[in-house]
């Protein structure tokens, strides 16, 4: 079974420039979520998907980060303007439904603000 | 907000040593979860336990969880230098959202 992809691996950009990161979930997986880590820290939900709609964008800087789950499969993690504190891993997990638990995670895209 | 706290943030071991670490929460919870994250990499799942669950095994790993504590602990039995990761504890509150902390840095020394 392929595990969830991400990519790029890793993105180096200026403040205020902008940057996407792209997650393809494991086959079947109804629930997408991302989250921002932190060097030295736990991973932090930033927005969860069933299927292509958002149950959760909560803790989402929704004045510059956006996402989508175009079809409910693949999903798009978009930062504009970035800021330096912005510098993070990006971690997408899935699971096959909510409830159901046990998360499945990418390897992330570690993004670097200058 | 981390609703998971690990103690110790970091713990270095001998291999064949085993290997404990502490999680503390904050509110109620339907389960408690934990994940190893090699360097570099994604966390990959290690053990659930249900909140009317407190002891479960999977291999090397115990884990025990007290409700009445709010708290949980994770044990590597016999650690190898392969178990070298940082270990985080989530928590599920009934809303379907894993909430981490901060996690445990564990280095086996050969």
């Known amino acids: 079974e392929a595990g969830v992809a991400q990519s790029p691996r890793y993105k180096i950009i200026e403040k205020r420039q902008s940057v996407a990161f792209w997650c393809n979930p494991i086959?079947?997986?109804?629930?997408l979520y991302w989250y921002q880590q932190i060097l030295g820290q736990g991973p932090k939900l930033l927005i969860q998907?069933?299927?292509?709609?958002?149950?959760?964008d909560s803790q989402l800087p929704k004045d510059r980060f956006s996402a989508e789950r175009l079809k409910g499969v693949d999903s798009t993690l978009k930062i504009q303007p970035a800021k330096l504190e912005d510098s993070a891993v990006y971690l997408c997990?899935?699971?096959?439904?909510?409830?159901?638990?046990?998360?499945?995670f990418g390897s992330g895209t570690q993004l670097s603000v200058l | 907000s981390q609703q998971g706290e690990e103690d110790p943030q970091a713990l270095s071991i001998q291999e064949g040593e085993n290997a404990t670490m502490n999680c503390s929460y904050k509110?109620?919870?339907?389960?408690l979860q934990w994940y190893r994250q090699n360097s570099g990499r994604g966390l990959v799942h290690l053990i659930l336990?249900?909140?009317?669950?407190r002891e479960k095994h999977s291999g090397r790993l115990r884990v025990t969880l007290d409700t009445s504590k709010k708290s949980s602990s994770l044990l590597i039995t016999a650690s190898r230098a392969a178990d070298t990761a940082s270990y985080f504890c989530?928590?599920?509150?009934?809303?379907?959202?894993?909430?981490f902390g901060a996690g445990t840095t564990v280095t086996v020394r050969a």
């Open positions: 997990a899935s699971s096959p439904a909510p409830g159901e638990e046990k998360l499945f």
């Open positions: 086959s079947g997986h109804a629930t």
């Open positions: 998907f069933q299927n292509n709609g958002v149950v959760d």
């Open positions: 509110t109620s919870i339907n389960n």
């Open positions: 336990i249900r909140s009317n669950e």
């Open positions: 989530a928590t599920d509150a009934h809303d379907y959202k894993l909430s």
